[in-house]
C-alpha cells in the first residue's frame, strides 16, 4: 500500500512538471504583438522643415548682406526685420504642411501622411476584435514641432482620428470606406481655419497662422526659449472632451519622453 502511494505522488509530481513546462512553452510561442504598441510618427518632414526655418531666422538676423529665403528675398542690407520673417517663417510651416497633406487639392497624395496612417490603421483593423481591447492605433507628433503650437496639432490629431474611425473604417450603412477628397481637403485648409471650439487665454479664436506668425517673432527677437501662453496639458484635457463628444472615445494625448514625441493613441473600431 505505501508503495502504491509513493507511485501515485511520483506520477502526480511528473504530470504537474510536465504540464508547467508545456504552459511556459506555449507561453512563449505566444505572438507579442508588440508591433502593435509602436507609434506611428506624422509629419517628420514638417519637423525638419520648422528646424531649417530656425536656422533662416538666425541666419536672417545676422547677416549684413542680401539674404535670399527659397526665391524671396527677404532683406537687402540686413539684419532682416521682426515682421517679414515671421510671416515668412508661418507661410513655410504652413505650406510644409500641406505638401505632407495634398500636394495637389484636385487628387489624393499616395505617399503622404494621410496615406502612411490610412494603410496602418487597416493594417491594425485586419486583426481587431471586441474581445482585444489592446488594438489600438498611437499616433505621435516630434515634440518641438508639436509645441510650436498645440493647439493646432490637437485640431489635426482630432480630424485624423474622426476621418480614420468613420469614413475609412466606420459603419458600411453610414461610409463608404474609401478615401474623401472633401475630408482631406479640410484636414488640408486647418491652418487658416479659426478655431471656433477653442477660447484661448487671448480671447481670440484665431486660425493657427497667426499663432506660429507670433512664435517666429518672438525667436526673431531673439527668444530661443521655449516659452509659449498656452498651458499644454489644459489644452490636451479639452481636446480629449472634444473627441468624446464629436467621436465618442475619450483620448488624451501625453508626452513620450523616451521618443521625444507627444502620442495619442486611440481604438481601431
Known amino acids: 500500500m505505501k508503495k502504491i502511494k509513493i507511485i501515485i505522488l ?3 509530481f511528473s504530470v504537474t512538471a510536465s504540464l508547467l513546462s508545456s504552459c511556459k512553452k506555449d507561453e512563449t510561442l505566444q505572438p507579442t504583438w508588440q508591433w502593435l504598441l509602436k507609434e506611428t510618427v506624422i509629419f517628420e518632414n514638417t519637423a525638419e522643415e ?3 526655418i530656425l536656422d533662416h531666422i538666425d541666419a536672417a538676423r545676422t547677416t549684413t548682406d542680401t539674404y535670399v529665403w527659397c526665391g524671396d528675398t527677404i532683406t537687402l542690407n540686413g539684419p532682416a526685420g521682426y515682421e517679414p520673417l515671421s510671416e515668412k517663417s508661418a507661410v513655410e510651416i504652413i505650406w510644409s504642411y500641406r505638401n505632407e497633406i495634398m500636394a495637389d487639392t484636385t487628387q489624393f497624395l499616395q505617399d503622404g501622411v494621410l496615406s502612411k496612417v490610412i494603410q496602418k490603421y487597416l493594417e491594425i483593423r485586419r486583426h481587431n476584435s471586441a474581445e482585444d481591447a489592446y488594438y489600438k492605433m498611437r499616433l ?3 515634440a518641438d514641432l508639436y509645441e510650436l503650437y498645440p493647439r493646432f496639432w490637437e485640431r489635426v490629431l482630432t480630424e485624423i482620428m474622426s476621418y480614420l474611425t468613420t469614413q475609412i473604417g466606420g459603419n458600411s450603412d453610414w461610409y463608404g470606406g474609401t478615401r474623401d477628397i472633401g ?3 479640410n484636414i488640408y485648409k486647418l491652418p487658416w481655419a479659426p478655431d471656433i471650439d477653442y477660447q ?3 480671447g ?6 497667426y499663432y506660429f506668425k507670433d512664435f517666429f517673432k518672438d525667436r526673431s ?3 530661443n526659449k521655449k516659452s509659449t501662453i498656452i498651458d499644454v496639458e489644459m489644452v490636451q484635457k479639452i481636446s480629449s472632451r472634444e473627441r468624446f463628444i464629436k467621436l ?3 483620448c488624451e494625448t501625453s508626452y513620450n519622453k523616451e521618443t521625444n514625441n507627444y502620442v495619442v493613441e486611440f481604438p481601431v473600431i
Not at 481670440?204 to 497662422?209: D, E, K, L
Open 140 to 142: 505621435a507628433i516630434p
Open 248 to 250: 465618442g472615445f475619450d
Open 10 to 12: 511520483v506520477l502526480f
Open 200 to 202: 484661448d487665454p487671448w
Open 221 to 223: 527677437e531673439g527668444d
Open 50 to 52: 520648422f528646424a531649417l
Open 204 to 209: 481670440c479664436n484665431c486660425a493657427a497662422y
Open 183 to 185: 475630408m482631406e481637403k
